[in-house]
């Protein structure tokens, strides 16, 4: 069965980086598009961001741009979301997803994604 594992969340201070990477079981995905979501309480999962299966794009949500990074390791089957100068409204569970098909590109809503992780929460203290 196909699985999807998120890790790396945690609390951390206002301005402070984190690093979530999500593990998938089988190598097939390096020839997937990923990405993040995340859902804050009482909100519907919003996209954060997403890149390509080649690797050669990657795309964020407004609200993250800029201090938001993901990339992907195909070597180690896992895609990394790197946050930076984060924010208390960055404060959410976070989900990495994937594609159902192969080669595709950006991906930015959630019923384009099929597998999906079991989430991390990350809290931003201000």
């Known amino acids: 069965q196909v699985r999807l594992v998120e890790s790396g969340g945690g609390l951390v201070q206002a301005a402070s980086s984190l690093t979530l990477s999500c593990a998938a079981s089988?190598?097939?995905?390096?020839?997937?598009?990923m990405g993040w979501f995340r859902q804050a309480p009482g909100k519907e999962r919003e996209f954060v961001a997403s890149?390509?299966?080649?690797?050669?794009?990657?795309y964020y949500a407004d609200s993250v741009k800029g201090r938001f990074s993901i990339f992907r390791d195909n070597a180690k089957n896992t895609v990394y979301l790197q946050m930076n100068s984060l924010k208390p409204e960055d404060t959410a569970v976070y989900f990495c997803?994937?594609?159902?098909?192969?080669?595709?590109?950006?991906?930015?809503?959630?019923?384009?994604?099929?597998?999906w992780g079991q989430g991390t929460q990350v809290t931003v203290s201000s």
């Open positions: 997803a994937a594609d159902g098909r192969p080669y595709r590109g950006i991906l930015t809503t959630t019923r384009e994604y099929v597998y």
């Open positions: 089988e190598r097939a995905f390096n020839n997937y598009a």
């Open positions: 890149i390509s299966w080649s690797d050669t794009s990657t």
